[in-house]
Antibody
Framework: EVQLAESGGVVVQPGGSLRLSCAAS????????MHWVRQAPGKGLEWVSL????????DYADSVKGRFTISRDNSKNSLYLQMNSLRSEDNALYYC?????????WGPGTLVTVSS | NFMLTQPHSVSESPGKTVTISCTRS????????VQWYQQRPGRSPTTVIY?????PSGVPDRFSGSIDSSSNSASLIISGLKTEDEADYYC??????????FGGGTQLTVL
């Protein structure tokens, strides 16, 4: 069974930094591309970033490009999102998503609150 | 990049069939697979349809998906509606570089 567990979400001031983590289990982690997707309170889903199985390819939504960095450690079955220069519009529940054999699996999410 | 447009909300009675549309703004709907996700209140999304019309194991066959090139849209069809189907539904596709695009979501009310 695919399991994803995000952590690291806290309250942070505008301009601050945060690192989210996602622990994966139940599948061969280093075979698959991983994504971060976020959902602002009461809003829809917004894709944030992806990283290829070996980390050689990354991509970002325009709204976070230059501020967020995605990475992974296949030896630890873990995905990360380094978030810098945080803004109020980054307030959201952040989901780790694995697409395994064409089916997307979502974690429970971790809440990031940007507030002074 | 392209956009995916969904109706904001739909409603239907239990036992009936509802169709939720997802229209692609540019480029062919058939050029990249479409997925559909169900999100019940307070829960994470789950996949109900992948690769246009395939169901993950455990998803009832009341859920089906299709694409229509003439209208450049995808559809999620839910038959035999149950109250437990009440949720937000999101379509999703990708562009040529595998960047992910979500529709704005449709709130389904079963009343």
């Amino acid at each position: 069974e695919v399991q994803l567990a995000e952590s690291g979400g806290v309250v942070v001031q505008p301009g601050g930094s945060l690192r989210l983590s996602c622990a994966a289990s139940g599948f061969t982690f280093d075979d698959y591309t991983m994504h971060w997707v976020r959902q602002a309170p009461g809003k829809g889903l917004e894709w944030v970033s992806l990283i290829s199985w070996d980390g050689s390819r990354t991509d970002y939504a325009d709204s976070v490009k230059g501020r967020f960095t995605i990475s992974r450690d296949n030896s630890k079955n873990s995905l990360y999102l380094q978030m810098n220069s945080l803004r109020s519009e980054d307030n959201a529940l952040y989901y780790c998503v694995a697409v395994v054999l064409a089916t997307a699996f979502w974690g429970p999410g971790t809440l990031v609150t940007v507030s002074s | 990049n392209f956009m995916l447009t969904q109706p904001h909300s739909v409603s239907e009675s239990p036992g009936k069939t509802v169709t939720i549309s997802c229209t692609r703004s540019s480029g062919s709907i058939a050029s990249n697979y479409v997925q559909w996700y169900q999100q019940r209140p307070g829960r994470s999304p789950t996949t109900v349809i992948y690769e246009d019309n395939r169901r993950p194991s455990g998803v009832p066959d009341r859920f089906s998906g299709s694409i229509d090139s003439s209208s450049n849209s995808a559809s999620l069809i839910i038959s035999g509606l149950k109250t437990e189907d009440e949720a937000d539904y999101y379509c999703q596709s990708s562009d040529s570089t595998n960047r992910v695009v979500f529709g704005g979501g449709t709130q389904l009310t079963v009343l």
